[in-house]
Each structure stands twice: as C-alpha cells, then as structure tokens.
C-alpha cells in the first residue's frame, strides 16, 4: 500500500512537472508568434508601392525618425504617430498646419524633445523624406 502511494505521488509530481513545461512552450510559442507578426507587418517598397524617390525617403525615415514615430501605426513613441500626417488639416500634437513648410521647420529646427536635422540632413534629403511622408 505504502508503494502505491509513493508510486501515485511520482505520478502527480510527473503530471505537473509536464503542465510547467507545456506552460513555457506555450508561453514561448506566444512570443514567436508575436515576433513573427512584427516581421510580417514590415511591408517592402514594392508593397507599398513607392516610387525611388519615396523609397529614398523611407530610407532615411527609417535610419532617423523611425525610432520615435510609428508610420503605419497610430501607437505613439517618444513622438506622435505620423500615420496619415498630411491627411489631416492640422498635426495631431502641435496643433499646426499639416503643411510642407510647417513639417520641414520642424525636421530642421526640431521640437522639445526632438532634435533638429539641419546639421544631418541635406535639402535634398528633406524633400525625399517630405515625399515619403505624403505617403504615410
Ligand atoms: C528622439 C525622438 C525623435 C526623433 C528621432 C524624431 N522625432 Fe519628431 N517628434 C518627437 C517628439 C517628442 C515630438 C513632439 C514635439 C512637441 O512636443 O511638439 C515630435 C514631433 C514631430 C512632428 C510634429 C507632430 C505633431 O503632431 O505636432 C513631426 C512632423 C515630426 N516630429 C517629424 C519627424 C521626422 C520626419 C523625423 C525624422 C527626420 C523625426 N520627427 C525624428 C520626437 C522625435
């Protein structure tokens, strides 16, 4: 009798060393799939139909302003979302004209927490983004 017992605990420990284990598989499949939306959400240029100039625009979106604005999200960073930036009258947070020269000054002069790009960007470069930003 005294081994049955034994025997039923060893089983019991067994059982819920099992559901531990499926519980991390679990949680560890939760993230891949999580991880792998994030990849699949990453459209390319051809997908969102750039033309050069646009895709030279989102280049340096991503290598400059990406890190705080979302562009094809409404979920804030450190910055607000651009997404649909110039379908608006006015910017979301500043409350200003969503127009070019308004959104060039702030990518040159900065804003607050953001830092100005007159020293990093050309003209040329800010025209890209602007095109690109049309795109949002
Ligand atoms: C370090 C983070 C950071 C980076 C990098 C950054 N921004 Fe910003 N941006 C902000 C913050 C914070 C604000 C809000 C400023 C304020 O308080 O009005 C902002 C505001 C803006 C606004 C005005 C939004 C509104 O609703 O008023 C535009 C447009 C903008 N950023 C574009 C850009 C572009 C384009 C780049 C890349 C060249 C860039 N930002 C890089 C943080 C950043």
């Not at 979920?75 to 979302?81: E, I, Q, T, V, Y």
Request: charged share 25%.
């Amino acid at each position: 009798m005294q081994s049955k017992d034994v025997s039923s605990l060893e089983q019991l420990q067994k059982s819920s060393r099992a559901g531990i284990v499926l519980g991390v598989l679990l949680v560890l499949l939760a993230f891949a799939t999580i991880a792998a939306c994030d990849v699949q959400r990453r459209k390319s240029d051809a997908e969102l139909g750039l033309n050069s100039q646009q895709s030279a625009g989102r280049k340096i979106y991503d290598s400059q302003c990406d890190r705080c604005h979302e562009p094809y999200s409404s979920r804030g960073k450190k910055g607000p979302s651009l997404k649909g930036v110039f379908q608006q009258k006015y910017l979301s947070l500043s409350g200003l004209p969503a127009n070019d020269d308004r959104v060039i000054d702030i990518i040159r002069l900065g804003r607050h927490e953001m830092p100005g790009y007159s020293q990093t960007l050309t003209s040329q470069d800010i025209q890209d983004l602007l095109v690109y930003l049309h795109t949002l």
